[in-house]
């Protein structure tokens, strides 16, 4: 399995997870065996941090192969481009990505919800969601 995070620094385990999907610089990219173990971490730029195209990201991260994406925050729409993908969402998440990852593999959800005003540049105080 693989599970992409949005990062706010290319430190890949040690980069705190962002708060928004599409405001991340970086993907921290980690690869999971079938126990649960981390195979390899990769940090990818966001190619697409300064341009604002419906779908761009999404099918970036599928062509990275992930399963599931992680961030602070995501928009409906986004997350529904992910789905679109085949790309499981979890959003509430908040600190280094190895601390969010263990909690993920310990099967702990994040409360909150997608938001609807992402897509226009606002901020978003109730952020959520599980794996």
């Avoid at 890949?12 to 065996?33: C, K, N």
């Avoid at 941090?49 to 961030?71: E, T, W």
């Avoid at 600190?95 to 606002?122: I, N, P, Q, T, Y």
């Amino acid at each position: 399995m693989r599970v992409v995070f949005a990062a706010d620094s290319p430190h890949g385990l040690e980069a705190e997870v962002a708060q928004h999907f599409r405001r991340a610089p970086y993907f921290v990219v980690v690869e999971l065996d079938e126990d649960g173990e981390i195979v390899s971490v990769e940090v990818r730029e966001n190619p697409f941090v300064n341009i604002h195209g419906p779908g761009m990201i999404p099918s970036f991260v599928k062509d990275l192969g992930a399963d599931v994406i992680v961030s602070g925050g995501m928009g409906q729409r986004a997350a529904q481009f992910f789905q679109n993908e085949g790309i499981d969402v979890v959003v509430g998440a908040d600190g280094r990505v190895m601390d969010v990852l263990a909690r993920l593999l310990k099967g702990e959800s994040f409360s909150g919800s997608l938001c609807e005003h992402h897509e226009h540049g606002e901020g978003c105080g109730h952020h959520g969601g599980e794996l």
